[in-house]
């Protein structure tokens, strides 16, 4: 049994140290803010719930394989419900697409609204799948510079089949090659945002992802995605993790390049562990005295990658043409990611992207009334003015939306909070504001990305969105499965 001290609550933090106090492990979890959750938390206005940042859950069978891994049963802690449809989609010229999770219905939704039809979506999502298989053991599942994961049947099949994960095209590349039209083209293009990419240079692989939300599924929990922290938190209870909430920790002690335990609160505490869910930079330069070795080095040097703005409104209204999750494209999306990652501000027609959970969860918001999350992508902070940009931001989503719903949304507005790159980098230690760590934008960025053991401070290990496999729910949660089976391995 080892004494593992991990620094901070995100789910990659909750998966790691259930998995481990399972397996009999002393584990003890801190964090600065009241309660867990990290950037997934949540919080009430006027009798309105918000989640304050991941707003969909894909790959259920991750969190169904980490509560089995724990002899529990998921159900017990969680009640998912399956989207009907993923996202409603509306284009400048007044089309609207809905994206339904039954695919055969996607289908025939393309071949009624588009010029392209249902043999060029299947098409895509057997391109889709074949990533999948040839990259989910060796990149998502398991760590890809351990040598049991090199060195197996899948591995040696993925090296033979290269080409096939396509990382020498761009996300826009790829998808142009199976679509005609160009609002499917923008709309598969999309997915590269999720883990804070721009489709326009990020490699195809990122093409991996439309895949894992289709099959099996998406999903939103019966009372908001907070309840995914709960759920994992529970659990970790129940395995007897101790939380210690409002402790700060200013530092991770070193003895020769071997972590030992950290500084928190003032004082010192030892452990055979330590695992930080802290994003990768922050934890180098601020938890670790800005420690210069070629792991920090490399990593600072790495372009960050998207942030957002979120305006959070509890509207006195109900929208019946909206769907849970909704997008309202802009008009030139090349343009729009030139404005992004080249000029490194706020676009001025930018994609507004619009989460309702009261639309499945009426709790969420008062009789008659709508929560609403409208999130626009972002550049990483670089000193920018946020106060004009966020201004700027606003005007220009009003008008998007008043146009798309032919209505006034401002005089609809009860209440408004704002979460900008700023708020992100002070709120939850992202570093400059970027929601996803690193950019996926090259095509070696699956190769860059910071290992979960780290490789130049002993029995230092790394989970979280900018640690690997990356960003979202699912990966992040994956991530701390593969800290606990690193530990594990080193201690059988």
Known sequence: ?????????????????????????????????????????????????????????????????????????????????????????????????????????????????????????????????????????????????????????????????????????????????????KKLIQLFDRYATYNGSNPYEAPATLNIIPYVEYFPGSYLPSDGIYSVTNALKKLAEKKAVKFYFNFNVEKIILNNKTAVGIKVNGKEILFDKVISNVDVNITFKNLLNDITTFESKRYKKLKPSLSGVVFYWGIDNQFPQLETHNIIFSEDYKREFDQLTKHKTVPDEPTVYIYISSKLNPYDAPDGKENWFVMINAPYNDGQNWKEEISKARKNIIGRINKTLNTNIEEKILFEKILSPTDLEEKTAAYRGSIYGI??????????????????????????????????????????????????SETE
């Open 439 to 488: 950019s996926s934008d090259k095509k070696t960025s699956a190769f860059l990305r910071q290992q979960n053991k780290s490789r130049t401070i002993r029995n230092l290990y790394f989970c979280g969105g900018s640690a690997h496999p990356g960003g979202g729910i699912p990966l992040v949660i994956l991530s701390g499965k593969i800290v606990s089976d690193i530990i594990h």
């Open 1 to 181: 049994m080892k004494k593992i001290g991990i620094i901070g609550t995100g789910l990659g933090a909750l998966s790691a140290a259930a998995r481990l106090a399972a397996k009999g492990n002393e584990v003890h979890i801190f964090e600065k803010n009241s309660d867990a959750g990290g950037k997934a938390s949540e919080f009430y206005e006027q009798g309105f719930r918000f989640d304050t940042g991941p707003s969909i859950l894909s790959m259920p069978y991750v969190l169904n394989d980490l509560f089995e891994e724990c002899n529990e049963n998921l159900n017990d802690y969680l009640s998912l419900n399956k989207l009907d449809i993923i996202c409603r989609y509306f284009f400048n010229d007044g089309a609207i697409i809905n994206a339904y999770s039954d695919v055969e219905r996607f289908g025939e939704e393309i071949s009624e609204k588009t010029i392209d039809d249902e043999e060029s979506l299947n098409n895509f999502f057997t391109y889709s799948k074949t990533i999948y298989e040839l990259t989910a053991d060796l990149f998502l599942f398991n760590s890809p510079t351990d040598i049991k994961t090199l060195f197996n049947k899948k591995s040696f099949k993925t090296l033979l089949n290269i080409h096939k994960i396509d990382s020498f095209r761009t996300v826009h590349q790829a998808v142009s090659a199976f679509f005609n039209d």
